[in-house]
Every structure is written in C-alpha cells, then in structure tokens.
C-alpha cells in the first residue's frame, strides 16, 4: 500500500435537492500529479472544498495528510489556490504573501527569503509593492499561486490555475508543476484544460455529475499508440500504398479542398502494431483527387517512435509533398468525450 | 494568538487603506470643533448669570446633547464598519485562502472582532474626550461618572458588533446592514414607549418597553448611561435625556451577556458554514 497523501471513500455534498457531489471515491498516493477533469459542474470544485475543510461533507470520509479535511495544524502542510483567487485588495503583492506567510506561523527571516524568491518564481518581482487592486486577472492569479507555495507544502491543491494566464503564465505554470513533483509534491490539479493536465499530470480521474467515472495513469498511455499527423499535398494511391506496406493504421481527417471533418475513432479498435490498414474516411482513401498545397491530413496511428523517419522516407518515396510530420501524445480530448460522453451539459 | 493579532492588524490595515479611519479622524475633528464652537458661544452668554448652580446644569445639559450625537454616530459606525467584514469576505471568496491555513475559524473571528473593537474605543475616546477635555479646559466642568458612562457607549458598540458578525456569517452584507438597522429601530422606539409609558403610567407600555429592551438593550444602556452622567438638577429639567425609568444595572449585566453570546454564537455559526 503506498503511502496516500488523499484518500477518501463515498464522500457527498447535497445542497438543498442539488446533489454537486454523489460519491466521490478516490486515493491519491504521495508524490503524484494527478488532475481532476470534468466538464464544467461536474463538482470539482466542491471536491477540493471538501477536501480542504471548507465545506463540510453531508456523508463519507476523507483523511487528508492522514488528517480529517481542515484539521488546523495540517493545513500549514497544504497550499491552496482557488478557484475564485480574490485577495484583499488593498494589500501590496509582497504584503499579500507576508500577511499569509504570517497565518502560515513562517517567521520574519524564513519570510524575508521566500517572499522574492516566490515573486520572481511567478515573475512578479516588479510589482512587488503595487497594490493587488491594479493586478489584472493573471497576475491575480499568479500572486496566487505564490501564496500556495510559500509553506513549500507537501500537498497543493490547484483549481484551475491557469484560467486566466495568457500562454506565458500557462507555461510558468507548467513548470512550476513540474518543479513541485520533482521536488516530491503531491498536486492536486483541478481543470477542464485538457492540456495543461495533459502535460503535467502522472494519474487523472475523470468525474461527471460528482462521480469518478475512471482513474487512469497518463503515463501507461504514453507508452501505447502514438498518433502522428501527416499533412501532404494529396492521398495518391503510391503514398496509401506505402503506408499500408509500413502496416500502418491511419485515418483521413482532412482530404481536398472540402475541408471535411474529423471523423472519431474508437481507441479500442486500432490495436497496437496492427498490420491491417485501418482506413476510416468515406470513400476509399486512394480515389483522391490530387491538388497543389497541403490538402490531405492522415492521422496515423503507431506503437514506436522510431517509424516516424521511415514514414517520411517512404513518403518523399512515393512522390508526395510533405508539409508536416507531428506526432501527438494520446488525445486526452478524445478520451475525455469517450469517457465522460459528448452531451453538453451546458452548466 | 498570534493568529488572532495578524487578523487584528489585517483589519486595522483595511481600515486605513480604505481610508476609512483617514474619513473618521477628520470628520470625528470637525464634529469637535462644530460641538466646541457652539458650547464657547453658550457658555460665554452663561457666564453673563451669577448662579453657578444653573451654570453647571446648562453645561451639563449641552454636554448630554453632544454625547447623545457620539452615541448614535458610535452605534452606526459600529454597524457600518462591521457590517461587510464577514459576508463581503465570504461572497468574495477572500476568507477561502484565509481559513485553509493553519488557523481556526474563531481565530479570524476573533480576530476581527478585536480590531473593530479598537477602532471603535479610539473613536469613542476622540469624540467624547475631546469634548470633555474642551469643556474641562473652558469651564473646568466634568460630569459625574465619565469612566463609567464612557464604557457603557462602549458597550452599545460592542453588542452592535457582536450581532453584526452573527448576521454577516448567515446574510449577505445588505440583508445584515438592514436586519441592524431595524434592531436598532425596535430598541430605540421601545425606549421611547417605556419612558412615555412611565410619563403617563401605562404599566403595559413600560412592561412593553422594557421587553423590548432585552431584543437590543442599546437605547437601554445609552439611557443608564446618561443618568449616571446628569446631574440630579439636569436630570429633572425637560429634556430628550431625562427619564422617566432608568434601566438597573441589571440591565448592564444582561447587556454584558448578550455581547458574549452573540459573539460565540456567531462563532459556531461560522465554524460551520460552507465557504
């Protein structure tokens, strides 16, 4: 049994009729960066707050730290930024972090060092004594996020940190992630971006109407298909046959000027090193008309990387014009729309 | 304890940033100088009569009125300044980040409570004791019992301020703010029944004065206090301050009581509300 930083069993929130969480069941091991992800009111939030104490369970159990949800002393051991990062405003940033260094029970010296190192980490160094009622929203949440880590906690409980970054501070918080779990943290990251969770995360659990539906490791996945985007300037019957000789499973996304849509996949159905060619596009993918430009985009499915130089010899090979060659880690989009099913709720 | 001080300092900084206790000094300087002008105007003319007895009345008489002010400006400041620091902080979602640290919930409470509380001893001690100090140094008059009285205006601010904190952990700030206002409402018009009622002794209106003393007794300890600072003389000269029936320290007990109560009651309130 390894040890469990988060572990909890049945754990239900009903306000009024409304259930926001039926039956929250999951344990998180120390260490691990693990998402949450679900559709907007799937009770995530509620989840954390939970979690955190501030919200008190109608039933169930939950051990936090080995602690029951809120026990005062174990929260000098967590960092939380929430959903909702409104701080006082009339507070200066390095105020801001001085004053929750201060409930932290940090002392003045431990402060004095952590504050700018913090500011600078979240790229805040310049703003240091602007008060936090002319920050914008990302860097509200920026100054966020330094507030959760001052303590450096064993466990962070992150509710969507990045919804208001701009690609910089989605990169910032990427690497602060990966930072904290090289560093033995456990996060706790809430959100619906399917990216951010998709590049830090080990574990995820998907939940829907306050339900986990499925846990899985992102990293068992990694290890199985690849799907790799080849962009041409048309499907001709040389460029089909050479990639069925490689005994590649591919998919037509896009073919001729019509722009057609994606077609979905089953993952289940393109099985790993598969010599059989798996062609789901309408029609057969050799009657193609050829055109000038990058018309065609194949989506290819393949077990090892090592192909990827072989497809584009193969495909300079039989006289096609090659525009791109990406490989993709496994759709954790797809994934999502299989797991948690394509309704839009529309909460 | 040292969380409960962060959070006093927290809310002294709210109060400063905001300007609010910039807005409250000079406003509190310039009631003092209003109230200073007009008592030099009045004593001069008194000073023309020899009869030092009826000279002491009207300084006590003015003296009253000025402290009937400070009481009401006490009370609402009271309500105002309290009125949002609970439920502001929770529809804002500010108290999140604050009490998943490793403090507990009466600590903040606690916490603001006291740093409300001490503002509020600052500005009573302003106004009041800027106008006894202006008097004593004009006229070189106090009225009885000036520690006393003062702590009972101190204790209508801190029943205010309990209440506030118990609605804001429940209401919204403009529900509070109203529930308050009209508490306030109830206490001052009940006061007001009991004193006619005893004017033209109506046992039931005083009996129902008095009952409604216990839902807010403010108007009642505002009304202990200006007896304890009259003199016997001023006490029977037709005024708003003069009273028919004057609450027993009894009442001053249960007002002690009531503070506490309310206090913790809106600290287990708080304790267990979702945030």
């Not at chain 1, 993952?267 to 598969?274: I, V």
């Not at chain 1, 077990?303 to 090592?306: L, S």
């Given at each position: 049994m390894p040890d469990l930083v988060i572990d909890t069993t049945g754990l239900r929130k009903i306000y009024g009729s409304k259930v926001a969480v039926a039956d929250l069941t999951l344990q998180v091991p120390k260490g691990e960066v693990f998402g949450f992800l679900g559709p907007n009111g799937a009770g995530k939030s509620t989840s954390v707050k939970m979690l955190l104490g501030l919200v008190a369970p109608t039933s169930g159990v939950a051990r936090v730290l080995g602690q029951a949800p809120g026990h005062t002393p174990t929260m000098g051991r967590l960092g939380f930024l929430p959903e909702h990062f409104r701080f006082h405003e009339w507070l200066q940033a390095a105020e801001f972090l001085d004053l929750h260094g201060r409930l932290l029970g940090m002392d003045r010296v431990s402060r004095r060092h952590r504050i700018p190192e913090l500011l600078d980490q979240v790229g805040l160094t310049d703003q240091?004594?602007?008060?936090?009622?002319?920050?914008?929203k990302g860097m509200l949440q920026r100054v966020g996020l330094a507030q959760a880590l001052l303590n450096n906690p064993e466990l962070v409980f992150l509710d969507e940190?990045?919804?208001?970054?701009?690609p910089f501070g989605r990169r910032l918080v990427r690497r602060i992630i990966r930072d904290l779990a090289a560093r033995g943290t456990t996060v706790f990251l809430n959100s619906h971006l399917l990216g951010e969770v998709e590049a830090t995360c080990d574990r995820v659990a998907f939940i829907k109407a306050g339900r986990v539906l499925r846990t899985l490791g992102l990293h068992d996945l990694e290890m199985g298909l690849l799907h790799v985007e080849l962009r041409v300037n048309a499907l001709t019957p040389e460029l089909t046959s050479a990639l069925q000789s490689l005994g590649l499973a591919f998919r037509v996304l896009e073919d001729g000027p019509s722009n057609a849509p994606r077609t979905s996949i089953a993952?289940?159905?393109?099985?790993?090193?598969?010599a059989q060619p798996l062609v789901r596009s309408n029609g057969s993918a050799a009657a193609v008309a050829e055109a000038d430009g990058p018309t065609a985009t194949l989506e290819l499915t393949l077990?090892?990387?090592?192909l990827l130089p072989v497809i584009a010899e193969r495909a300079l090979a039989s006289g096609a014009r090659l525009y791109a060659l990406t490989p993709r880690r496994l759709s954790l989009e797809q994934l999502f729309l299989d797991v948690v099913g394509t309704e839009d709720s529309g909460q | 304890m040292r969380n409960i001080t962060t959070i006093t300092w927290l809310t002294f900084q709210e109060a400063r940033r905001r300007r609010t206790a910039l807005a409250a000094l000079l406003l509190g300087l310039a009631f003092l100088a209003f109230f200073m002008t007009g008592f030099t105007l009045i004593s001069n003319s008194l000073n023309r009569f020899d009869n030092p007895f009826t000279r002491t009345a009207n300084y006590n008489l003015l003296l009253m009125a000025g402290l009937y002010v400070v009481h009401f400006l006490l009370i609402m400041l009271a309500i105002f300044a309290s009125v949002d620091t609970v439920s502001g902080e929770i529809s804002s979602h500010t108290i999140q980040t604050i009490v998943t640290k490793p403090v507990q919930r009466w600590q903040v409470l606690l916490g603001k409570w006291l740093g409300l509380a001490i503002m509020l001893v600052l500005y009573l001690g302003l106004l009041s004791g800027g106008m006894f100090l202006g008097v004593y140094l004009l006229t070189g008059y106090l009225p009885p019992n000036p520690v006393e009285g003062l702590l009972l205006l101190m204790l209508e601010a801190l029943m205010l301020l309990s209440v506030s904190l118990l609605c804001g952990t429940r209401f919204s700030t403009l529900t509070n703010g109203l529930v308050l206002l009209m508490l306030y409402g109830v206490a001052f018009i009940g006061s007001w029944i009991e004193q006619i009622g005893t004017l033209f002794q109506s046992d039931a209106a005083t009996t129902l004065g008095i009952v409604t003393s216990f839902i807010l007794p403010v108007e009642a300890v505002w009304r202990r206090a200006a007896y304890l600072m009259e003199t016997p003389l001023a006490r029977n000269l037709p005024s708003p301050f003069s009273m028919g029936s004057v609450p027993s320290s009894a009442m001053v007990i249960y007002a002690v009581i009531y503070v506490v109560v309310a206090w913790l009651l809106a600290a287990r309130a708080f304790a267990k509300r979702d945030l």
């Open positions: 240091a004594r602007r008060p936090l009622a002319g920050f914008s940190p990045t919804s208001a970054l701009d993952q289940s159905s393109a099985p790993a090193g598969s077990t090892d990387e090592q | -």
